[in-house]
């Protein structure tokens, strides 16, 4: 790794690190905005991306970011990208309603459906931000240190979590955390990052692309994070929440690391 890749990988950790902070002294500043839509969630949000592109561009190697979608040969993983999530919420669901963990709130199919492709969508817009900052600058930096696979998952989810660390502390309205504190939200969310680090970086490195993991993130918030904590749909009861929980649950984080790992296999086959 050159000198000047270096400084790149450490300016884009260091911009990660505390563009929360800078996004959190803006609002303490601009006091009268709504609460969890202020200013400073989108320089919070927006700045590690701007950052990426700047470093880029000033390294001249702007076209390795994976803005093509590359469909060619790679429609098998857009699928995965696509149907990841709502596999594993299904698998949650299951054994929730088998074993009596599962309440169902009402709403009418129709409103559901809109409410889906809408925040499907407008998540969409919101995960270009952040899967091109992750998978598009972070990752392929990383990747240029040398280290190993399983150094380069813990470290850019790591990474990813540190970032959450002020959404979850201050930016995340209080509506949020009435079964849980923002600490442990925060210790919960980095480990799941970390445990979700190989499905995306092998999304990423199967196809040369960041859209297939923009694709996935917005299908995680479209579906288990709008049914189960947005519009609340769904619930898992508490003593179920552990195993079950279609977010964070040990039943689903086991199968989308496992996903990750065998996505890992496939590009080892194919590179061989």
């Excluded at 996004?23 to 006091?31: E, F, I, M, P, S």
């Excluded at 076209?63 to 709502?86: H, T």
């Excluded at 990752?139 to 040398?146: N, Q, R």
């Excluded at 970032?163 to 849980?180: A, C, G, Q, R, V």
Aim: hydrophobic share 50%.
């Amino acid at each position: 790794m050159s000198k000047r890749d270096k400084i790149t990988l450490l300016v884009f950790i260091f911009v990660t690190i505390t563009a929360g902070g800078l996004g959190y002294l803006l609002d303490q500043v601009l006091t009268e905005q709504p609460e969890g839509n202020s200013l400073g969630m989108g320089v919070w949000l927006v700045l590690p991306f701007l950052t990426g592109i700047v470093l880029r561009i000033i390294n001249k190697d702007l076209n390795q970011i994976g803005v093509r979608p590359n469909f060619k040969n790679n429609m098998k993983w857009y699928a995965v990208a696509a149907f990841v999530f709502p596999c594993t919420m299904s698998i949650c669901i299951i054994v929730a309603k088998a074993t009596g963990g599962l309440i169902v709130g009402q709403i009418e199919a129709d409103t559901l459906l809109v409410l889906m492709i809408t925040t499907f969508l407008v998540n969409c817009i919101k995960n270009i931000f952040e899967e091109f900052a992750w998978r598009g600058c972070l990752v392929p930096y990383l990747e240029k240190t040398g280290m190993n696979d399983w150094t380069l998952y813990f470290t850019s989810g790591f990474i990813w979590g540190m970032w959450h660390i002020t959404y979850y502390m201050f930016f995340l309205p209080d509506e949020y955390f009435t079964e849980t504190s923002r600490p442990l939200m925060v210790v919960v969310g980095t480990l799941l990052m970390i445990f979700w680090s190989p499905l995306f970086v092998e999304l990423r490195r199967l196809t040369n692309s960041v859209w297939p993991c923009v694709i996935l993130h917005s299908m995680e918030d479209a579906l288990p994070t709008m049914l189960f904590v947005t519009a609340n749909v769904l619930q898992i009861k508490e003593n179920y929440s552990i195993m079950l929980d279609s977010i964070s649950g040990i039943l689903p984080t086991a199968v989308v690391l496992f996903i990750g790992l065998w996505l890992r296999k496939c590009r080892i086959k194919i590179c061989s």
